[in-house]
């Protein structure tokens, strides 16, 4: 079964059943229980062995994984004591004097989003933080406000030259090359990412929704801002504490996060060894460097909090369980997904996909960006990472298209790459930021994701046939062009077919 289609086949059932269910963990856990069958051929022991040991247990010994988790734990120890300082509930309720429309509290959402362009986790969980108390003042759907904050995580990021994104892609770059400025030049091309943006405006400003995001989007006017019943819409809100603290208790923490994240990045990429800045960040490591801003950030607030007395020190020790207490559904569907994906890698599933762009390569010359587009799609929606279909498929592509030959098709379809991994990222229900997307939002998981599935496909089907056209053109202006007009004829035939 190893390097065949069976090798798709765990991930695709998790999905699948995730999906029918609603219940992601035991989908999860089938999915990982499969691919282990295959893996030792049915045998039992083998099947165990391979899930624990090689998978579970590996997933969670990894340092770069474990980093991740740390810095999860870390931020959301900063959430819960800007919640019990009263930083949201003012700044909700400033935002809420200032910010009056369900149109206005959107926008202001997508910016946030876009200024947080450091890492997707710290977006997703930041600007959920944030926001929430305000779009839920304005009745913006839990469903929307995940939706927002997904799709100005993975598509900001992959579009920032500072991002732990251009870190990791920099990193797939064929030795010799400057893999910052590959990345740097593969922007104007990342139709998805840029896209995705233009789509999160025109549907707030022309207050358009179709699909199961209208129907949450209706209730929540009515005051039902979740729609799905779930155990995590009972608890909300319970750490937030009302009419207390001030705005600088939820803006200077934020601001420090911000700038020890980008001092912790460089840091590993050697720029106080003498590295300039855009080297030390194009190799850094953004596991290590977001652990150590997101340490310093907490160590800053909490001595900002107990300086000026807006918490005791006993309740800011308490932060520290609570802060935890509140990632570990996430945290536990991270270390699912992680072993799911060692599920699918130890099956051959690179050496599968690298087979079918290696096919397609001759016979479908120019329309090789829209294939490969397509195939990071669908790798990382069944995957559920981007940089894992990255690191797949940037190599492959740039193979078959050297850099060094000076054809424009090679950036293309680096671009391509990254777009659709990043699509395939957005849609998939086992993605790390689509469940951190969920969490930030305090939305049902699978909630999130059948209501975003509608518009990122939206996106990626007008993307796919701009590919097609700047494989012919190679302009990459004329083709984003031609590409937001799409959107735009798109977004207003559905607003024309809404109001009959």
């Not at 707030?204 to 155990?231: I, Q, R």
């Not at 190679?474 to 009959?500: C, E, H, P």
Request: hydrophobic letters at 55%.
């Amino acid at each position: 079964m190893q390097g065949t289609f069976w090798s798709l086949v765990p991930a695709i059932v998790a999905i699948v059943l995730a999906l029918l269910t609603k219940e992601a963990y035991s989908s999860l856990f089938i999915g990982i229980i499969m691919g282990g069958l295959f893996f030792s051929g049915f045998s039992f022991t083998g099947t165990l062995a391979h899930v624990f040991k090689d998978g579970l247990v590996a997933q969670l010994s990894n340092s770069y994984n474990v980093g991740i988790l740390v810095f999860l734990v870390f931020l959301g120890i900063i959430v819960c004591l800007m919640n019990k300082a009263g930083g949201s509930s003012a700044f909700g309720q400033w935002a809420s004097e200032h910010v009056k429309s369900r149109v206005g509290v959107q926008l202001a959402t997508i910016l946030l989003g876009v200024l947080i362009f450091i890492d997707d986790y710290f977006n997703c969980l930041t600007v959920g933080s944030v926001m929430r108390p305000v779009t839920d003042r304005q009745k913006v759907s839990r469903a929307k406000l995940a939706y927002l904050i997904d799709s100005t995580a993975a598509p900001v990021c992959i579009i920032a030259p500072i991002s732990s994104w251009a870190a990791a892609v920099s990193g797939f770059a064929p030795e010799g090359t400057n893999g910052l400025m590959l990345f740097i030049r593969a922007i104007p091309y990342n139709y998805y990412a840029i896209l995705t943006i233009i789509m999160m405006v025109f549907l707030a400003v022309f207050k358009l929704d179709y699909g199961p995001m209208a129907v949450h989007e209706e209730n929540a006017k009515k005051g039902d801002l979740f729609t799905v019943a779930s155990a995590q819409n009972e608890k909300e809100d319970a750490s937030t504490v009302v009419g207390k603290g001030k705005v600088i208790d939820l803006v200077l923490p934020i601001i420090v996060l911000i700038v020890s994240c980008v001092v912790g990045m460089i840091y590993t990429g050697g720029f106080f060894s003498g590295e300039s800045f855009v080297n030390s960040f194009a190799n850094s490591d953004a596991s290590v460097g977001l652990v150590l801003g997101s340490f310093g950030g907490l160590v800053v607030t909490l001595a900002f909090y107990i300086v000026r007395r807006v918490l005791p020190f006993k309740e800011c020790m308490s932060c520290i369980t609570e802060g935890f207490k509140a990632m570990v559904p996430a945290i536990t569907i991270l270390a699912l997904a992680w072993t799911l994906k060692s599920m699918t890698d130890s099956l051959g599933a690179a050496s599968y996909v690298a087979g079918l762009v290696a096919k397609t390569a001759g016979t479908l010359l120019y329309f090789l960006p829209a294939v490969v587009f397509a195939i990071a799609c669908l790798l990382a929606f069944a995957s559920g990472t981007s940089w894992g279909t990255f690191g797949i498929l940037i190599p492959i592509t740039l193979t078959v298209f050297p850099l060094s030959d000076g054809n424009p098709l090679s950036i293309i379809c680096v671009a391509a790459c990254m777009a659709g991994a990043v699509c395939g990222d957005h849609c998939s229900p086992i993605s790390d930021t689509t469940i951190m997307s969920s969490a930030g939002a305090k939305c049902d998981h699978l909630t999130h994701v059948s209501t975003q599935l509608q518009y990122a496909v939206s996106v990626a089907l007008v993307s796919f046939v701009t590919y097609i056209i700047a494989a012919f053109v190679k302009n990459a202006v004329v083709s984003l062009l031609i590409g937001i007009v799409l959107m735009i004829a798109f977004l207003s035939v559905i607003k024309k077919i809404k109001n009959r």
